[in-house]
């Protein structure tokens, strides 16, 4: 089955740095889908980001942007200028293309960005 | 947002009891799921609806079951609590395709503890 790492069990910055999300995966699929979730502390998830593994074009959104390098099976996550805002739980998730009904969840970076 | 409601949002139930928990869309959306969050492992699939009457079992099914009468509601049943179910449960919803060609989007969560 697939398989999501995020080695990063807790981040802190402070206010205005850059910071960067690890998340590593393993899949045998060649069609599969690459997702981040952002839980803040209000506990609801919010859906930030959905890429399929035939588009490797980086992703830029504000401060948000996605490097998704399938020679290293990665998609990272990267704030910059991070804000107090930006405080959450941030997922990476995967799902592959033959069961595409089983995403399978990273266990979570939370990032915490001091004033 | 998507309309998205889980009813109860906290219950403190026994062991050995029935606990029944509720996931109510507005968006006519053709699949539902359950996940539970416990940490250091995100989220885990419980059980998916792939259409009224149509469920299948996720990657941590046991003890659980689910049932769906209408498009708008899907029902997640723990037939009898342990403390191992002792957990936060999201519901999410997509639309036409799948996790691989719609995006999931996520209810609030119930907040589940068995004593």
């Known amino acids: 089955a697939q398989k999501v790492t995020q080695a990063q069990t807790e981040i802190s910055v402070v206010e205005k740095e850059d910071v960067t999300l690890d998340c590593v995966y393993e899949?045998?699929?060649?069609?599969?889908?690459l997702f981040w979730y952002k839980q803040p502390p209000s506990g609801e998830l919010v859906f930030l980001i959905r890429?399929?593994?035939?588009?490797?074009q980086n992703e830029i959104s504000g401060r948000y942007s996605w490097n998704f390098q399938k020679s290293t099976s990665s998609f990272n996550f990267t704030i910059t200028a991070s804000q107090v805002v930006d405080s959450a739980v941030y997922f990476c998730?995967?799902?592959?293309?033959?069961?595409?009904?089983?995403?399978?969840f990273g266990a979570g970076t939370r990032l915490t960005v001091k004033p | 947002d998507a309309g998205i409601t889980q009813s109860p949002r906290h219950k403190v139930t026994e062991t050995g009891t029935p606990v029944t928990l509720r996931c109510h869309q507005t968006?006519?959306?053709?699949?539902m799921y359950w996940y539970r969050q416990d940490p250091g492992h995100g989220l885990r699939l419980i059980h998916y609806?792939?259409?009224?009457?149509?469920?299948d079992k996720g990657e941590v099914s046991d003890g659980y079951s689910v049932s769906r009468s209408k498009t708008e509601d899907f029902l997640l049943t723990l037939e009898s609590a342990t403390s191992s179910q002792t957990s936060v449960y999201f519901c999410?919803?997509?639309?036409?395709?799948?996790?691989?060609?719609?995006?999931?989007?996520f209810g609030p969560g119930t907040r589940l503890t068995v004593l």
């Open positions: 999410a919803i997509s639309g036409s395709g799948g996790v691989g060609t719609d995006t999931q989007y």
């Open positions: 899949t045998r699929d060649t069609t599969y889908y």
């Open positions: 890429r399929n593994s035939f588009d490797e």
């Open positions: 998730a995967l799902s592959e293309a033959y069961n595409n009904n089983d995403m399978r």
């Open positions: 968006e006519n959306h053709r699949y």
């Open positions: 609806s792939y259409g009224v009457k149509d469920t």
